[in-house]
C-alpha cells in the first residue's frame, strides 16, 4: 500500500538553528499537509499545500515556518531559527483531489512522523 | 470554528469486553467526521470516516462509530476488543472545503489500554 514517508524519524537540534523535515508524499496526491503534536497536546493543522502555492495555513505557521516542493516528489517544512518551543512530532501528510465540486472528503495519509527536539 | 471533545483522556478495558470511545464535537456548519489511530511508534492511520448518508459506519480492524446529529456525537465502538487495539484513537473533524482538500481539527486523544 503506498505510504507517506519522512525523514528523519529523530532530530535534536541547537536552539536558533535552521531545521528542514523532508518528506515524500503519495505519488498521485494533489494535497499536501504539515501537522504537528507537541508532547502531550492534540494534533494541530499546520499548512495546507496544492498546485505549488499554500492554500491554508494556521496562526502557528508565522514567518519562521517555510514549505517547499523543490522537485516532483519531495515536500518540505523548513523551520528557521527554531525554538525550545518547536520541539513537537511534526506529521506530513497528503490527499488526493476533491471532486468536481471542491468538496472533499478524501482521506488524508499520515507519514510516521519526525520528531524535533530543540535544545 | 469547529472543536473536538474527546471525554476520556484514557479508557483501560480487558481483552474480549466491549469498548466505546467518546467524541463530541462543535459546529455551526455540517462536517465531515474521522477518527485515526496511532499505533506505539507509528503514525496516524484511518480507522473510518462520515461523509454522509447511513450513520452508522463501519472501519477496519471491526471498528464502527455512528453519527448522531442531535448530539453532535460520533462514538467508536468495537464489541470485543484485542491486546493488539491498545493505541491512542483521535477523533477529527472537517469542515467541507471549497478548495477540494480537507483541514483536520483534532481531539486530545484517548489511550485505550487493552489488559489480557
Known amino acids: 500500500e503506498p505510504e507517506v514517508t519522512q525523514t528523519p524519524s529523530h532530530q535534536v537540534t541547537q536552539m536558533g538553528q535552521e531545521v528542514i523535515l523532508r518528506c515524500v508524499p503519495i505519488?498521485?496526491?494533489?494535497?499536501f499537509y504539515w501537522y504537528r503534536q507537541i508532547l502531550g497536546q492534540k494534533v494541530e493543522f499546520l499548512v495546507s499545500?496544492?498546485?505549488?502555492?499554500?492554500?491554508?495555513k494556521s496562526e502557528i505557521f508565522d514567518d519562521q515556518f517555510s514549505v517547499e516542493r523543490p522537485d516532483g516528489s519531495n515536500f518540505t517544512l523548513k523551520i528557521r531559527s527554531t525554538k525550545l518551543e518547536d520541539s513537537a512530532m511534526y506529521f506530513c501528510?497528503?490527499?488526493?483531489?476533491?471532486?468536481?465540486?471542491?468538496?472533499?472528503?478524501?482521506?488524508?495519509?499520515f507519514g510516521e512522523g519526525s520528531w524535533l527536539t530543540v535544545v | 470554528a469547529q472543536s473536538v471533545t474527546q471525554l476520556d483522556s484514557q479508557v483501560p478495558v480487558f481483552e474480549e469486553a466491549p469498548v466505546e470511545l467518546r467524541c463530541n464535537y462543535s459546529?455551526?456548519?455540517?462536517?465531515?467526521l474521522f477518527w485515526y489511530v496511532q499505533y506505539p511508534n507509528q503514525g496516524l492511520q484511518l480507522l473510518l470516516k462520515?461523509?454522509?448518508?447511513?450513520?452508522l459506519v463501519k472501519g477496519i480492524n471491526g471498528f464502527e462509530a455512528e453519527f448522531n446529529k442531535s448530539q453532535t456525537s460520533f462514538h467508536l465502538r468495537k464489541p470485543s476488543v484485542h491486546i493488539s487495539d491498545t493505541a491512542e484513537y483521535f477523533c477529527?473533524?472537517?469542515?467541507?472545503?471549497?478548495?477540494?482538500?480537507?483541514?483536520?481539527?483534532f481531539g486530545a486523544g484517548t489511550r485505550l489500554a487493552v489488559h489480557p
Open positions: 501528510a497528503s490527499s488526493e483531489a476533491g471532486d468536481r465540486e471542491g468538496l472533499s472528503g478524501n482521506t488524508i495519509y
Open positions: 462520515y461523509l454522509s448518508g447511513s450513520t
Open positions: 505519488s498521485n496526491h494533489l494535497y
Open positions: 477529527a473533524v472537517s469542515p467541507p472545503g471549497s478548495g477540494g482538500y480537507n483541514k483536520l481539527i
Open positions: 459546529s455551526s456548519v455540517s462536517v465531515y
Open positions: 499545500f496544492y498546485n505549488n502555492e499554500i492554500s491554508e
